[in-house]
Nanobody, 127 residues
């Protein structure tokens, strides 16, 4: 089955860390871009981080720069999002997504290009 399965969410105190995982089944992430999105209640889905063609660049939203790290282990066909120094504004449902590599080297795919999505994993940052 072609799918992305996410795990690693949960409840964490402010200042804590979580590592989200996203395992691809039925297709390979080797030649594809990966991204992480999040959506808080009542807010639009935002792209937290993404990789570009040939994994040439890792791009982060301003709100998470310096705190989050996106990575991909091709041997394990798994993407990760390491989240450090979490604050309550980071709470929400986190989704991984994958897309074919877009033209060029440095830009991420646009939203419509992401053709595989995970089911989402809840992250709650609260004391």
């Amino acid at each position: 089955q072609l799918q992305l399965v996410e795990s690693g969410g949960g409840l964490v105190q402010p200042g804590g860390s979580l590592r989200l995982s996203c395992v691809a089944s039925g297709f390979s992430l080797d030649l594809r871009a990966i991204a992480w999105f999040r959506q808080a209640p009542g807010k639009e889905r935002e792209r937290v981080s993404c990789t570009s063609s040939r994994d040439a660049a890792r791009i982060y939203a301003d709100s998470v720069k310096g705190r989050f790290t996106i990575s991909k282990d091709n041997a394990k066909n798994t993407a990760y999002l390491q989240m450090n120094n979490l604050n309550p504004d980071d709470s929400g449902v986190y989704y991984c997504a994958s897309a074919p590599w877009p033209p060029g080297n440095w830009g991420c795919p646009n939203f419509a290009q992401y053709d595989f999505w995970g089911q989402g994993t809840q992250v709650t940052v609260s004391s």
